[in-house]
């Protein structure tokens, strides 16, 4: 191949994975019904709104129509993103959103960057651990031993969970241990903005307390909650990227999920 067409071939390969970039988890409450066309009329004003107001600030939450048919909206970018990115991810969100979940007044859908939702509820405020997905590397940690690297991982996201709670920090916590001199944890969290600190400190806690049961001894997990987020991976994987490290290399990307739905 030329190296025109090499390029070529490389940019369209590149757009077209820009293009299909599926979201990371939707939910879909199949317990509630688009009841009227007002309330989809809302819904269809509201998410540009959603849309504008997140590229530009990161975090948005309104309401928008009157009674029955009032429709309230959240979204949020994870707050090491750029603005560039974040403001792509609000957009294919609000795009795919009423595609994945037509019917549904109350939908949710995550990306890695950002996540959006809205309901004739509302939820502001509240802490929502109602439906959330758990991403787990299949791979367990094996350098240092598991027990080191959940003492480690403990202390790390205490560390980060601390930082989340601070208004100041916009519910974003985020830091890296080195655990072993190839190996470096790092880990994010972050709360939606809507919560008080006792909200915020309550959703990562419960994501935490699951970690046994979902990320035992995984070299990396992911949590989305409607009200939080969490992440840990032995390679850097938050803004600014740390590019020093060569665990990066190597490193496995096969995740598996695990549903899970409050009783
Ligand atoms: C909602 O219903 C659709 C269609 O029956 C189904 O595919 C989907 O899994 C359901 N969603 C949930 C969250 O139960
Ligand atoms: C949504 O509702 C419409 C009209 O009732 C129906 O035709 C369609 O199959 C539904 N879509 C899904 C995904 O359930
Ligand atoms: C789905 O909607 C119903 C009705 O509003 C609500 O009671 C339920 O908690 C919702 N499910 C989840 C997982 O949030
Ligand atoms: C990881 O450890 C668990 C529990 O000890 C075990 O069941 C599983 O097979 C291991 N997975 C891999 C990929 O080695």
Redesign the pocket.
Known sequence: MSSIHHFLFLFFLCLWIAESADPSGQ????STKISSTQISKNIDTLLPKLVSRTSQYGFIKTSYGEGEAQVYGLAQCRGDVSSEDCSTCIHDAADEIRKRCPN?SDSRIWYEYCFLRYSTRNFFGQVDTG?GIYYYNVQNVTDPDPDTFNKELGALMDKIRSEAVLPANKGLGKGKTKLTPFNTLYALVQCTRDLSKQGCAECLAIAISNFPTFCNDKKGCRVLYSSCYLRYELYPFYFPLDSQDSTLLGASKNYHSHTV?KP
């Open positions: 939910f879909c409450n199949n549904q439906f739905y």
